[in-house]
């Protein structure tokens, strides 16, 4: 039997928690989305929008608008400083006509805000959100500020409140956080040539050093204008100060010395604050809900963005808890159902970023001998190109040979 209207919460408007409430309310819930930053911007650098997250915007009607901002991806391309190329791949390697887009992040979010403001939730900006506690009859949730003020109640609680969820640490759910001592060095710039387009190009020497520049579309708020590119630098979070303190002059002659192409660019890169070190982590649980919570996105799953899948996961996660609760009768059923249908999907990818991550990013230097010759020798087997590019669009599940994700529709 269907589900009936429930009164649902939702904490935090990023990718998971907007896509969270758009489908919830589309789906005749009344929704309140408690969101803690006052004035939400478009913040964070380039991501990588890949079918699965393409599959969900379409069915939110979101997709032509934000790939008009988007530039289009055919394929990754990973090598060596040496200029020898380790793979590359092309997602026209797998039948369906799949493609990705880069994008400023800031740009998802916008389209996504916009449509969480006129779809007729409730949404409560500037709220932090820092405890669940059951009402007394036990029938809903209260949501509890800082100073313990109730907010609600509500019956059923979706806590999207991302990679460093407050939330997650109550939970009597199984988990394990893990900070990665890894992370990269972050700036968006102005690609007024174009000479970055069609291709996240990487390019390592051994698995200390990384960069990468991926082709991120138009900046947030811009309806025409140079393209951007994000630009990253793979460090250790304990080494991040000491690069950056070694003067913005020395770390541009080092990425240069990776990507010559970024010469020009990085006359951009002018005042040191321009570059955002963000930390990597990485969260296992499961179930991801109880009776009336569910975790949704990075919360439920954070993981380090070898893959890029992080925005496409929680496009993917709220799609289908709101087909999973118009599939059961009553809360904890449909988000049972939600856990069961995600774990295929999930599963496959923590392991896969957890299994690669090392091989990219780490002290082991052995790791980087092998992979820049086992690589290139591995993706000569057949089948192997096919397998790595159904994982990069996101389709993966189980143990990643069997058959496909099929892609969500309305
Ligand atoms: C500011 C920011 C910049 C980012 N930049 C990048 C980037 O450049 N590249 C990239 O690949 N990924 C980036 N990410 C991560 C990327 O957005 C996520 O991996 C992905 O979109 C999954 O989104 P999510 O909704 O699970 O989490 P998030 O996008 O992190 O959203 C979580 C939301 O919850 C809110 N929140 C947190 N705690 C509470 C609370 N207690 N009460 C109420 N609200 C709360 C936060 O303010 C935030 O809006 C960024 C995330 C953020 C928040």
């Known amino acids: 039997m269907p589900q009936r209207p429930l009164d649902v919460g939702v904490i935090g408007c990023g990718t998971a928690g907007a896509a969270a409430a758009l489908l919830l309310c589309r789906a005749g819930h009344k929704v309140t989305v408690y969101e803690r930053v006052e004035g939400p911007g478009a913040v964070g650098a380039g991501i990588m929008l890949q079918p699965t997250g393409q599959a969900v915007l379409r069915a939110l009607g979101l997709l ?30 797998l039948p369906g006509g799949h493609r990705g887009y880069g994008l400023h992040r800031g740009a998802l979010f916008e389209r996504l805000f916009a449509a969480v403001k006129s779809c007729g939730a409730t949404l ?42 407050r939330l997650r640490d109550d939970t009597s759910i199984r988990k394990a956080v893990r900070p990665y001592p890894w992370g990269a060095v972050w700036c968006v710039l102005d690609d007024p040539e174009a000479r ?126 709101a087909q999973s609760l118009a599939a059961e009768d009553g809360v904890a059923a449909g988000l049972t159902r939600y856990s069961r249908t995600r774990r295929s999907n999930l599963a496959f990818y923590s392991f896969a970023t957890r299994w690669l991550t090392p091989w990219f990013q780490s002290d082991h230097t ?30 993966a599940q189980g143990t990643g040979l069997g058959r496909p994700l099929a892609l969500p529709s309305e």
């Open 64 to 93: 032509d608008g934000v790939i008009a901002r988007a530039e289009p991806l055919e394929s990754l391309r990973c090598e060596t400083i040496q200029r020898r190329q380790l793979f590359k791949l092309d997602y026209g390697a």
């Open 366 to 395: 052995a790791l980087g001998w092998l992979r820049d010759v086992g690589f290139p020798l591995g993706m000569r087997l057949p089948g192997v190109e096919r397998l790595m590019v159904k994982v990069m669009t996101g389709l």
């Open 196 to 321: 970055f387009t069609r291709s996240l190009y990487q390019v390592l020497d051994g698995t200390r050093r990384m960069v990468g520049a991926l082709p991120s579309g138009l900046g947030p708020g811009e309806a025409a204008g140079p393209r951007k590119v994000s630009v990253f630098y793979s460090v250790r979070h304990d080494r991040a100060e000491a690069w950056k303190a070694r003067g913005l002059e020395r770390c541009k002659r080092e990425l240069r010395e990776f990507i010559p192409a970024l010469d020009a660019v990085l006359d951009q890169v002018v005042d040191p604050q321009q570059l955002v070190f963000t930390r990597y982590q990485d969260v296992a649980m499961y179930p991801w809900n109880t009776d009336r919570v569910v975790y949704l996105g990075d919360a439920a799953h954070a993981m380090s963005p070898q893959l890029g899948q992080g925005a496409n996961l929680a496009l993917l996660d709220a799609m289908v808890l």
């Open 124 to 165: 409560r900006t500037g709220v932090e959100i820092d405890d669940l506690v059951a009402t007394e009859d036990n029938a809903g949730l209260w949501f509890v500020q800082p100073d313990r003020t109730r907010l609600g109640p509500h019956e059923l609680c979706v806590v999207a409140d991302g990679a460093r969820s």
